[in-house]
T-cell receptor, first 117, second 113 residues
Framework: GAGVSQSPSNKVTEKGKDVELRCDPISGHTALYWYRQRLGQGLEFLIYFQGNSAPDKSGLPSDRFSAERTGESVSTLTIQRTQQEDSAVYLC???????????????FGAGSRLTVL | DAKTTQPNSMESNEEEPVHLPCNHSTISGTDYIHWYRQLPSQGPEYVIHGLTSNVNNRMASLAIAEDRKSSTLILHRATLRDAAVYYCILRSDSGAGSYQLTFGKGTKLSVIP
């Protein structure tokens, strides 16, 4: 597609339920990022995928959070046993292969807004 | 990543130029300076980036100090659609984690009609 697509755009769930968020990156973009943005705050890095390399999971806040990506396509972010503090906008971004890393530009999706009641 | 410092908020009148400052006194020689902006209820979008020389594109200009310890994003003629949070980020060209972008709180720009 023309841009990074995320779904659902809004999700309201009850505490303790599992949620799955989806990201469709731009075709041909080998790198994919997940960020979290709490209300009024900056972006927190969660996880990074690059091709078939092992992902950088250093930003995942707890073992309730996991993410998968098959090849260079869709990624899913799963939050198990959701808590109220998980309420945030979850943003996905992708980046094309090549170019010097310092010059690489990220393209973000519109985000998935998660509300945990 | 080296840190950046930006004012929390700024105001501008519509159709006037806006200069958004960013301090990055600990910048290294391999750090690129990136600017992104985030409009309300949207994900961040790329604005411009540079290494040493000033840069211009259709959205904005980036003026980089000679010592690279500060930079300024210039919007030549602010419109209401430019109201957003503007993030100044340093992006290393090498080393572990160089692929990461670390976003601070940015500068919230308000444009007054």
């Amino acid at each position: 597609g023309a841009g990074v697509s995320q779904s659902p755009s809004n999700k309201v769930t009850e505490k303790g339920k599992d949620v799955e968020l989806r990201c469709d990156p731009i075709s041909g973009h080998t790198a994919l990022y997940w960020y979290r943005q709490r209300l009024g705050q900056g972006l927190e890095f969660l996880i990074y995928f690059q091709g078939n390399s092992a992902p950088d999971k250093s930003g995942l806040p707890s073992d309730r959070f996991s993410a998968e990506r098959t090849g260079e396509s869709v990624s899913t972010l799963t939050i198990q046993r959701t808590q109220q503090e998980d309420s945030a906008v979850y943003l996905c971004a992708s980046r094309r292969r090549g170019a010097r890393s310092g010059a690489n530009v990220l393209t973000f999706g519109a985000g998935s807004r998660l509300t945990v009641l | 990543d080296a840190k950046t410092t930006q004012p929390n908020s700024m105001e501008s009148n519509e159709e006037e130029p806006v200069h958004l400052p960013c301090n990055h006194s600990t910048i290294s020689g391999t750090d690129y300076i990136h600017w992104y902006r985030q409009l309300p209820s949207q994900g961040p979008e790329y604005v411009i980036h540079g290494l040493t020389s000033n840069v211009n594109n259709r959205m904005a200009s980036l003026a980089i100090a000679e010592d690279r310890k500060s930079s300024t994003l210039i919007l030549h003629r602010a419109t209401l659609r430019d109201a957003a949070v503007y993030y100044c980020i340093l992006r290393s060209d090498s080393g572990a984690g160089s692929y990461q972008l670390t976003f601070g709180k940015g500068t919230k720009l308000s444009v007054i009609p």
